[in-house]
């Protein structure tokens, strides 16, 4: 088949296939209504950094897919280690004590390369189920040490810790807590450490004591340490607006934590494999959790796969509860699916013996640059980030930190006019947009990102409604 004719025939589809959509297709984290209105836009193909749409557009992802494919679109690789495990064994439960050696190795591999804390590893299908696993893990490990009373657990303002219906109450924001009858009343929460509209500091040691000794007051006003179980936290806030804490603040928090004796949940979900410079952000302060959870970068989003990865020593005490015979009721059908385990295994591979990682380090100090070239935008308030992770804030004032009226809605527009401009990003609901490309960028892919996120700011100043904004 021609390509002309490929085009015609892939756009003939697209009208069909949009009005199926709106007819029988719920999509997530979204207003049903405006996606009615608005119908879907439905991607076809990708490769490398970029993916294609059925109208034929080519558009760079600057966000790798949602925040996982870190190694690009198109790897052969991973399609053949995926399609030879599906010829040879295309489902093995891990129920029954039966087992496949994709699982097993990639449980291996994840231990060589986790924080030396981490010796266990419990697959599960994405970010959500890992931290409904590790809530579920905590619950069970406290009263089987006979401390029944350690129930209540702490995360961050502004965290994301997944939307299922336990992880979402320690989600911090509120479209998750809408209707959901959320959070629920063990979950609660301290003050973001978002150095740029930090409620009461303004300096990096004031923001990470502040947070120390907010830790310990709600630990305290929750009846202390003997009903508190753990502190969940990511080591960059990510949906909430790619927050980026000072240095030295989840090693602060580690020590808190132990001090309290609470379990420290690292929340690596987005963080995890290379998005921050290191294979993990703990990485780079040497911090050890308790419990750690990953997901997206595990498999570059490739196949659906998440995990708990926890101490030898959590793991022993659970294991004793079921020294009699007795089990402890937690699985999932598809946990350490042998096809998902077979491509965690190749993408692991590309981050170390092919080169993806290092090229993620050292593409970032182009990213970084990228981010300072936007500062000076009239509309641009802040711009921070990490390895490959980062976020442009938007302002109506940059003396005040105003954010834009709502009823502006900014972020459509954001998104809309990136799209036009070639350029797919995240537009957070206030004002931010979120950056996370593939680790596989070249040079010149990353300051054509931000040659084209320039453009649809400049674009957006040209409305007039956005220029009367400003203040």
């Known amino acids: 088949m021609s390509l002309l004719r490929a085009a015609i025939d892939t756009t003939a589809l697209v009208s069909p296939l949009v009005e199926i959509d709106r007819q029988h297709l719920i999509h997530p984290v979204s207003s049903m209504r405006a ?7 439905v991607l076809t193909s990708g490769k490398g950094m970029y993916v294609r749409d059925a109208d034929g557009n080519d558009l760079l992802d600057a966000f790798a897919g949602l925040w996982c494919v870190n190694v690009g679109y198109g790897q052969d690789s991973i399609v053949k280690a995926a399609a030879e495990q599906m010829t040879k064994l295309p489902y093995a439960t891990g129920y029954f004590h039966f087992a496949s050696e994709p699982a097993i190795l990639l449980a291996e591999r994840l231990i ?127 949906s909430g607006g790619v927050i980026v804490p000072p240095k030295g603040w989840l090693k602060a928090i580690r020590q808190a934590c132990t001090e309290l004796g609470i379990l420290l949940v690292v929340d690596e979900v987005i963080t995890g494999f290379g998005r921050t410079g290191p294979m993990f952000a703990c990485e780079h302060e040497g911090v050890e959790p308790d419990l750690m959870t990953v997901a997206k970068g595990l498999t570059a989003g490739y196949a659906p796969m998440g995990a708990v990865l926890m101490s030898e020593d959590i793991y022993q005490v659970l294991a004793s509860s079921t020294a009699s015979g007795a089990t402890i009721g937690h699985g999932y059908t598809y946990s350490g699916h042998p096809v998902s385990a077979a491509v965690g295994l190749e993408v692991l591979r590309l981050y170390t013996d092919g080169g993806v990682l290092a090229n993620g380090q050292m593409v970032a100090r182009d990213f970084a640059g990228g981010l300072d070239s936007l500062k000076t935008n009239p509309i641009v308030g802040d711009v921070r980030g990490q390895g490959l992770l980062g976020a442009i804030e938007l302002v109506a004032n940059k003396d005040t930190k105003a954010r834009f009226d709502p009823a502006l809605k900014l972020p459509d527009r954001l998104f809309a006019k990136g799209y036009e401009n070639g350029v797919i990003f995240r537009a957070f609901g206030d004002n931010i947009i979120g950056l996370a490309p593939a680790l596989v960028a070249t040079p010149d892919e990353i300051w054509s990102i931000f040659e084209r996120i320039g453009k649809t700011l400049d674009d957006l100043l040209e409305e007039s409604d956005i220029r009367a904004a400003l203040s």
């Open 35 to 41: 996606h009615e209105a608005r119908g879907a836009t």
């Open 112 to 238: 060589e390369l986790a924080p030396n804390s981490l010796n266990r590893v419990y697959f599960t299908l994405g970010g959500s189920d890992a931290v409904d696993s590790a809530i579920r893990f905590i619950t069970n490990y406290y009263n089987v040490m006979d401390k029944p009373s350690k129930k209540q657990f702490i995360a961050l303002e502004r965290g994301y810790h997944g939307s299922s219906s336990t992880g979402a109450g320690l989600t911090a924001l509120a479209a998750f807590h809408r209707n959901m009858d959320l959070p629920l009343p063990n979950q609660h929460y301290i003050s973001s450490p978002y150095p740029y509209r930090h409620k009461t500091e303004t300096d990096d040691a004031g923001i990470i004591a502040q947070s120390v000794r907010e830790l310990k007051a709600k630990v305290e006003s929750l009846g202390g340490p003997d009903h508190v179980a753990a502190f969940f936290c990511e080591p960059i806030q990510g």
